[in-house]
């Protein structure tokens, strides 16, 4: 049967390739971004806590009560934003699903939306999908800084949404106040809606202070502010994420939610209610626990000949290889996982035009076992 796809220049995402190489070559697995240990002992047993009270039904579809008001109370905990449990806070499946019901909702044939590239790669596709067109904004090398003025020049009279992503992925740049002003000043007057891709908030590092744009009054108005409990707990197969919007924007976000999955996992929407108002800490220190293991990673990579960048924020290191091997990415991540036994992620999926750069993604969100393992293959490269 012939026909058109939506979707002709998207295949297989850069993450399951990796880790099914990975699987095959019994690889070390630094590439795809989940942790390799369990959630909290407390979370788990809330679970199956939830389980075994018959919790197994069809939740409301906008979230558990109990689930949303814990998450308003954390973003004014935490931000500073009064939060209305009710018509402020949706739960979804998983981040992806609110970024994608977020786009469905509010943009249309014609518009468009500017993305900073390197982007995380489920907002194009998202995009594509409204018949809306995506317009990429490089952000500026080697720290991956956002140009304002360049944003500013992409302005025009199609723009309907703009998408931020701090931490980001992949790089680990930060929004600071500063950016946050000048985003609300560029907007100011018009009618362009914010997406806020903020799934590592709580991993923002050396005493820095996640800047969410649910702390700015302004781009709070117009912001879908998206975050993920899988990052934050450990549990990335629970797919359990939550958006945080004025009434306005959330009315429109659960009439698509409410079309694509309805409701997410029931038990962990419990689990996690109970998590958060019995260990409200374990958020809180999530930024130190995962400054440790970004500290003994750097420290285990020093033996290898890999050129390590920055890390502000989030669980990945990206490194330079440009000592090892003078080729592309990809070659490259193929050549490590195939004759070295460890996984990365490229960085050009993350792209529209990849630039001539020699940088790969590794994760350290992996226990210590697994971080040793990996560096010690990779300090095995001759050069």
Sequence with gaps: MQFASKLPAVGT???????????????????????DFEPPLRLREAL????????????????????????????NALYGRATDADTEVTVTSGATEAIFAAIAATVGAGDEVIVLDPAYDCYVPAIELQNARAIRVPLTRPDF???????????????RMLIVNSPHNPTGAVLSAADLDRLAALLRDTSIIVLSDEVYEHMVFDGQAHQSVARHDELAARSFVISS???????TGWKIGYCVAPPQLTAELRKVHQYLTFASFAPAQWALADMLAEEPSHHLELADFYQAKRDRFRALLADTPLTLRDVPGGYFQLVDYSAVRDVDDATFAQWLVKEVGVAGVPLSPFFQTPPDTRLLRLCFAKSDATLVAGAQRLAAIEI
């Design 13 to 35: 995402t850069i993450f399951s390739v990796m880790s099914e190489l990975a699987a095959r070559h019994n690889a070390v697995n630094l590439g795809q971004g989940f942790p």
């Design 48 to 75: 199956a806590r939830a389980v075994a009270d018959g919790r197994n039904q069809y939740p409301p579809g906008i979230g558990v009560a109990a689930l949303r008001e814990q998450i308003a109370a954390k973003t």
């Design 145 to 159: 800084a956002i140009d304002w003025q360049r944003v500013a020049d992409a302005i025009g009279p199609r723009t």
């Design 229 to 235: 409990f899988g990052k934050t707990y450990h549990c």
